[in-house]
């Protein structure tokens, strides 16, 4: 599914996130940023040690006491397609999500939109953040995530040319394709 959110595309897709030919892709790290299970592991180990390297100089200045939920940074993308990973932490649940850790989620899309702004990247791949080990509603996750990257195209035009979501599983991808219909229809009728 893809849609215009002003000048930038907003992609739908399912697939593998390690593959996406995006400028940068955003992986769903953990406080420690030394890498982990589902996709976490699968960038690093497609990308290689330079990306570990770089985590740990991040966290030797940056972040001692490790990376936050909802703060997002940024190293290479090593030997991926993607020249830059950007890393952020989204809230450990069990189920639907608190006001709380709806806001860390909310965070953790938008502080790496921010990021990539910085940087001056183009386009930017999301995977679905804490819907795999972190265990959030994929409903309600899925609604804040296309939110919150929707409201940044608004509050930020014509910044970034593509937005897309690289959803792992049709399953998941159903999930966000009927939530961005949703939100789509409910701003028409605003
Ligand atoms: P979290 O700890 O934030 O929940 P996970 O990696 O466990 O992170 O899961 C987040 C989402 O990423 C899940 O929907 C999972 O299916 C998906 N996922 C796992 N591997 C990949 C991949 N290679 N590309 C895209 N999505 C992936």
Redesign the pocket.
């Known amino acids: 599914m893809e849609v215009k959110i002003g000048s930038t595309k907003l992609i739908l897709t399912i ?4 593959e996406s030919e995006t400028e940068s892709i955003v992986n ?1 790290a ?1 406080s420690t940023c030394m890498g ?8 690093h180990s497609k990308g290689g040690p330079q990306i570990l390297q770089e985590c740990i100089k991040i966290r030797k200045t940056l972040y001692p006491d490790g990376l936050p939920p909802g703060e997002a940074v940024i190293t290479t993308g090593g030997n991926l397609k993607a020249k830059y990973v950007i890393h952020t932490v ?1 809230p450990i649940c069990n189920g639907p999500l608190t006001k709380h850790q709806k806001q860390i989620l909310k965070n953790a899309y938008q502080n790496s939109l921010k990021l990539a702004l910085e940087k001056n990247i183009k386009s930017i791949s999301f ?10 509603d ?1 409903k309600v996750a899925s609604k804040i995530a296309l939110k919150a990257v929707i409201d940044f195209l608004k509050q930020n035009p014509n910044k970034l040319d593509l937005v897309a979501f ?4 049709p399953e ?1 991808y159903q999930v966000y394709k009927t939530s961005l219909e949703e939100i789509l229809n409910a701003n028409i009728n605003d």
């Open positions: 697939g593998d996130i390690t769903a953990n982990g299970a589902g996709v976490d592991g699968a960038i989204g995977p679905s953040i804490s819907t795999g080990a972190y265990r959030c994929v690289v959803l792992f599983t998941i």
